[in-house]
Nanobody
């Protein structure tokens, strides 16, 4: 299993930017595709972005495409979510997660992920 800790959340004005980081412990991080999800109060957790274990393939939700970029550094055991042109609708608790099965590709389904961080709050003021 992989332990994950997110950081980098905060309060930002609409149109601003934030960079989230996800620090992983464990020896299998580089073998697992990673995803970013978010959950707003009263809403279900939703997919934001994912990156393959190699970092070559990335996928995004339509709502963030062109504004968010995910990347990873397997030497540092870290993943990142760069968020630009933030909107009030992006306000949520953001989670990183790693896939249960090693060497599997990207996925937008929460059930495919077995390790989750505790989340970091992002609040976008209008």
């Amino acid at each position: 299993q992989v332990q994950l800790v997110e950081s980098g959340g905060g309060l930002v004005q609409a149109g601003g930017s934030l960079r989230l980081a996800c620090a992983a412990s464990g020896q299998t991080f580089s073998m697992r595709s990673m995803g970013w999800f978010r959950q707003a109060p009263g809403k279900e957790r939703e997919f934001v972005a994912a990156i393959s274990y190699s970092g070559v393939v990335t996928i995004y939700a339509d709502s963030v495409k062109g504004r968010f970029t995910t990347s990873r550094d397997n030497y540092r055991n870290e993943g990142y979510l760069e968020m630009t042109n933030l909107e009030p609708e992006d306000t949520a608790n953001y989670y990183c997660a790693t896939r249960e099965k090693i060497y599997y590709g990207t996925s937008n389904k929460t059930d495919d992920y077995s390790s989750w961080g505790q989340g970091t709050q992002v609040t976008v003021a209008s």
